[in-house]
């Protein structure tokens, strides 16, 4: 079987490869074929995933082509990873939404909207390509904002595409390693939108014991994803939050802290791989790929070690020298994916968080709503849990960011700027009609007419 990653020339690419390199045979995957419009960085890219695969003596072959179509072509799986207008694009997002004293984060608010805005007709293009060469192939999506994203595109009619994040993914395993079990032995339940989602159920060995874990200080403050929220509010609201939702609950708190740094993520982000490419560049890779995997391993350290720092206000964690550093299992997007992947083959199947349609998940929402929540993955298809019970404040706020989501694709697809300053009126980090008018306008005059 063939994988086919758009999007290939991403950093994360290569810990991608290295997670496939203990699962390819059992998944019956032969090849993986990267495709990017950068094709300087993706044959650096291609080299390191190439010594990687060396390194360990595997099999799988790993290539790198400059047409699209020769990628898709044949492919069963298909990953779709784009930043449409590189990192700087992501810089200006952020920008313009803080000069205008709003929050800018890529996925969440007004930097979402600016990034879904020039990045869904790419990935229509995209798919009418694979429904062309690849019909059967399943598609996983994880360009951000990937949950708008995916609606779009499931709202066009490709209806093999799958939403993947790797948020929900991380926390069960950082809330497995503080209890002190496998992560085979925890079920943690989510439900929402991504970036926008609450577990209501944690059980381990088959015991519920969230009521217990929101009643525990040190639980609450040793789990990365949940140490920035008061928990005083995880108490209130009886569930444990999405990371994102920091956004929303502590609003002025992220933007004061983002203020105050005088870098938004996106420049930090900007800044970490510019760094790492003009090293990689400068360097003989053929004659020392460690050397060159070193050093992109300890850039990649850099950058996930900042994660959320910024808006959060919480200390960074220290850094390993070069030559000390292994490259990571294969979490995030990579292990979700094959975790699809490995229940789509399966007789029994696999608990996974992923964006899919509502068909009744949660009550209120329309059957083709995408939604993020655990779902049961088997041969017999994608089920998501059904949430009989949704209080209010979580409903309300699903809801309203789903117009949000709705509104956006209808702007994308008709090129309505009305309907887009509609879309970021009723946003609940904007939630201002002159605000959203200025935003909108502003977006479309950087980036050339988007509307």
């Not at 609450?220 to 509010?233: I, N, R, T, Y």
């Not at 008709?414 to 959203?436: C, E, F, G, R």
Request: a negative charge; glycine letters at 8%.
């Amino acid at each position: 079987m063939k994988i086919a990653v758009i999007g290939g020339a991403g950093v994360r690419t290569v810990i991608f490869i290295n997670g496939l390199l203990d699962r390819y045979k059992k998944l019956h995957i032969d090849e993986v074929v990267l495709y990017d419009i950068q094709e300087e960085k993706q044959k650096i890219i291609e080299k390191l995933c190439r010594h990687v695969v060396n390194r360990r003596n595997e099999e799988l072959k790993v290539s790198a082509v400059s047409d699209v179509t020769e990628a898709i072509k044949g492919a069963d799986y298909i990953v779709t990873t784009l930043r449409v207008g590189g990192d700087h694009s992501r810089v200006i997002d952020e920008t313009v939404a803080l000069d205008m004293g709003v929050i800018g984060q890529e996925t969440t608010g007004v930097g979402g909207f600016s990034m879904a805005v020039r990045t869904i007709p790419v990935l229509m293009d995209y798919c009418e390509l694979i429904k062309k060469y690849a019909p059967d192939a399943w598609i996983f999506n994880f360009t951000n904002p990937s949950g708008l994203v995916t609606q779009a595109l499931r709202s066009a009619g490709y209806d093999k595409i799958i939403g993947i994040c790797d948020a929900p993914s991380s926390t069960k395993f950082r809330m497995a390693k503080d209890l002190g079990v496998t992560e085979d032995e925890l079920y943690v339940e989510f439900f929402g939108l991504n970036h926008l989602s609450w577990i209501r159920s944690v059980k381990k060995k088959g015991e519920e014991i969230l009521p217990r874990l929101l009643a525990d200080d040190e639980f609450l403050k040793g789990v990365q994803e949940f140490s920035m929220f008061d928990p005083d509010l995880l108490r209130m609201i009886g569930f444990l939050p999405n990371e994102y939702l920091y956004y929303y609950y502590h609003r002025e708190k992220a933007l004061e802290n983002i203020k105050k740094s005088g870098a938004t993520r996106g420049k930090t982000i900007e800044e970490v791989n510019k760094k790492m490419m003009a090293e990689l560049k400068e360097m003989d890779m053929d004659a020392d790929p460690e050397g060159a995997l070193q050093i992109f391993l300890y850039y990649m350290q850099v950058r996930e070690n900042s994660y959320m720092s910024i808006e959060s206000g919480l200390a960074k964690r220290p850094l390993l020298e070069k030559g000390q550093l292994e490259v990571p299992d294969g979490m995030g997007y990579a292990g979700v994916m094959l975790d699809c992947i490995e229940g789509l083959q399966s007789e029994e199947g696999r608990d996974l968080v992923l964006s899919v349609e509502n068909n009744g998940s949660i009550p209120g929402l329309q059957d083709k709503d995408v939604i993020e929540a655990t779902c049961h993955v088997s041969k017999k298809g994608i089920v998501p849990v059904k949430v009989e019970d949704v209080p209010e404040h979580c409903w309300l706020l699903i809801r309203t960011i789903k117009m949000y989501e709705k509104l956006t694709v209808e702007a994308i697809r008709t090129k309505s700027k009305d309907t887009a300053i509609m879309a970021l009126m009723h946003h609940p980090l904007v939630n201002s009609y002159s605000l959203a008018k200025a935003l909108v306008n502003k977006y479309d005059e950087v980036y050339g007419g988007i509307f």
